[in-house]
């Protein structure tokens, strides 16, 4: 099908059944999400233009400035597509067996973290933020590039455990910690063996993410200091 004729279909003639129509807005979006991150990854954010990404996806410039207006709203689709949940638990698990919640988050995010072009599209980010510090903005304020929205599904969860009792945060010298606090300190144990390798080494090959030990570890480490035993 030419571009022209995409363009047809996704404007959505009378000819165009409705089941149809939809089927080429998606396509056309996955092609442009796939292409944008190709180039970004290739040849960086600020050298990759609207038009190139347009021309690889095999979209007008018309269908494409209709659904991202700007390269910093197609970025920003791009970093959301990358962290997209599309695992067993749309939502946190219920509190109440802090054991079974932590190893299932834990999990999903060992494959959020693996999955092929984050640790490249962090990079990216690192190396391009100090000459573009609005990637900062695009991306969310608060946004860590090894976690994504990932973060906030953890917090709520554990803010959930610790309202049921089953965890407690206090620090060593026995003050009170947020979730939030906590919530990186397991993130970060399950990424400094996933990814953060990868941001320094080309050469890492990762675990791989079915493998258990790894987060095992963090939830029996995580127990054995907030777990309250209830």
Same mark, same amino acid.
């Given at each position: 099908?030419? $571009?022209?004729d =995409?363009d =047809? ?5 009378d000819?165009?059944?409705?089941g149809?129509? !939809?089927?080429?807005k998606? %396509?056309?979006r ?6 944008? =991150?190709?180039? #970004? ?16 996806? *095999? @979209?007008? +410039?018309g ?10 709203a197609?970025?920003?689709?791009? +970093? ?9 638990y ?5 509190? /109440?067996?802090? &054991?079974?919640?932590?190893d299932?988050?834990? =999990?999903?995010?060992?494959?959020? $973290?693996? &999955?092929? /072009?984050? !640790?490249?599209?962090? *990079?990216?980010i690192?190396? %391009?933020?100090?000459?573009m ?5 695009? @991306?969310? +304020?608060? #946004?860590a ?6 973060f906030?599904?953890l &917090? ?8 049921a /009792?089953t965890?407690? #945060? *206090? ?28 941001l @320094?080494?080309t050469? #890492? $090959?990762?675990?791989?993410? +079915?493998?258990?030990?790894? $987060?095992? %570890?963090?939830v ?6 907030? /777990?309250?035993?209830?």
């Amino acid at each position: 099908m030419s $571009v022209a004729d =995409r363009d =047809r279909a996704e404007s959505g003639g009378d000819a165009c059944q409705a089941g149809y129509h !939809a089927q080429i807005k998606a %396509e056309n979006r996955a092609r442009i999400i796939r292409a944008a =991150r190709d180039l #970004f990854l290739a040849r960086g954010y600020d050298k990759a233009s609207l038009a190139q990404i347009a021309k690889e996806a *095999r @979209v007008s +410039t018309g269908t494409l400035f209709k659904r991202y207006p700007s390269k910093a709203a197609l970025f920003a689709a791009v +970093t959301s597509e990358q962290w997209q949940l599309d695992v067993e638990y749309a939502e946190p698990p219920p509190p /109440g067996d802090p &054991r079974y919640g932590l190893d299932h988050i834990g =999990r999903d995010y060992a494959c959020l $973290v693996s &999955r092929p /072009g984050t !640790a490249a599209l962090c *990079r990216l980010i690192i190396t %391009e933020l100090p000459q573009m510090p609005e990637l900062a903005d695009i @991306v969310g +304020t608060g #946004f860590a590039i090894d976690r994504g929205p990932f973060f906030d599904r953890l &917090r709520d969860y554990l803010d959930a455990e610790a309202q049921a /009792g089953t965890l407690d #945060f *206090r620090s060593a010298d026995g003050q009170p910690l947020s979730a939030s606090e906590v919530a990186e300190q397991f993130l970060g144990m399950i990424c400094s063996q996933f990814l953060w390798p990868q941001l @320094v080494r080309t050469d #890492f $090959v990762p675990p791989n993410p +079915t493998d258990a030990a790894i $987060v095992d %570890e963090a939830v029996a480490l995580m127990l054995s200091r907030y /777990g309250t035993g209830s």
